[in-house]
């Protein structure tokens, strides 16, 4: 199992990223797929998922109506559009997968890509 990060960088509060995640070595029907986020000094936290064999995502209350995930099978790869950035979103954001139903314990993880938000 391969998961490799990209597009994280430097943006001005209210600016948009698109975060990619290509995946490789495993089936997208069996993991649910997820992006979790840790700022420094702070304990990792999901971002957002999309269930196991898709048909449901997950937002967390703090980015829900900026962020979108979405997945395309047919490349692997899974996305992240973050929108309406804020320097609270500052962070290093992972992609990852669960062989549960929800991303509640992830068996994989990528290396993580570093976003920073300048007020």
């Known amino acids: 199992v391969q998961l490799v990060e990209s597009g994280g960088g430097l943006v001005q509060a209210g600016g948009s990223l698109r975060l990619s995640c290509a995946a490789s070595g495993f089936s997208f029907d069996d993991y649910a797929i997820g992006w979790f986020r840790q700022a420094p000094g702070k304990p990792r936290e999901g971002v957002s998922c999309?269930?196991?064999?898709?048909?449901?995502?997950y937002y967390a209350d703090s980015v829900k109506g900026r962020f979108t995930m979405s997945s395309d099978n047919a490349k692997n790869t899974v996305f992240l559009q973050m929108n309406s950035l804020r320097p609270e979103d500052t962070a290093v954001y992972y992609c990852s997968i669960d062989s549960r139903m929800w991303c509640s314990a992830p068996d994989y993880w990528g290396q993580g890509t570093q976003v920073t938000v300048a007020s």
């Open positions: 999309i269930r196991k064999a898709g048909g449901s995502t």
